[in-house]
């Protein structure tokens, strides 16, 4: 009987959320083109590692979702991914807004990195990478 007012607060709480907004809400993925990346010239290894990526975040629709990491080997293909609104009516337009995100990762290699940054698409619709290797201190 001591459970029964947090049972019933519980039950308050779940029955008065409503899921119809999320049923309404359209959205996709979009990978953003990074126009600063902050990659350290050299890592430790088995220590984690830190890079900072900056790009401009074109609306308040558009909202950091994670990175998109495709790892072979010791190269690592990084960009940042956005979920953006499809149907928000409440968009704004942003003007030059730098969002940044920091990507954290183990040091597994003993000998190097190749980090390929994801800068957007040239003239032809070909991806644009920022490479840059970097060597492991052991």
């Known amino acids: 009987m001591k459970n029964f007012p947090l ?18 809400v359209d959205f996709t993925y979009e990978l ?3 126009s600063l990346a902050d990659i350290p010239d050299t890592l430790t290894y088995g220590e984690d590692s830190f890079i ?4 401009l975040r074109p609306s308040t629709c558009h909202a950091f979702a994670g990175f998109n990491v495709i ?3 010791q190269e690592i293909k990084l960009s940042i991914l956005n979920t953006v609104v499809q149907n928000g009516s409440n968009c ?3 003007d030059n807004v730098t969002a940044n995100e920091t990507f954290e990762f183990l ?3 003993e000998d190097y ?10 003239e032809e619709g070909n991806e644009v990478y920022l ?5 492991i201190q052991l």
């Open 7 to 24: 049972f019933l607060l519980l039950l308050v709480t779940l029955t008065s959320c409503s899921v119809d907004d999320i049923d309404d």
């Open 107 to 109: 040091v597994e290699r």
């Open 113 to 122: 990195y190749i980090f390929k940054i994801y800068e957007g698409l040239d």
């Open 71 to 73: 790892e072979n080997e």
């Open 32 to 34: 953003m083109p990074v």
């Open 131 to 135: 490479t840059k290797e970097v060597m």
């Open 52 to 55: 900072t990526l900056s790009y």
């Open 92 to 94: 704004e337009d942003l």
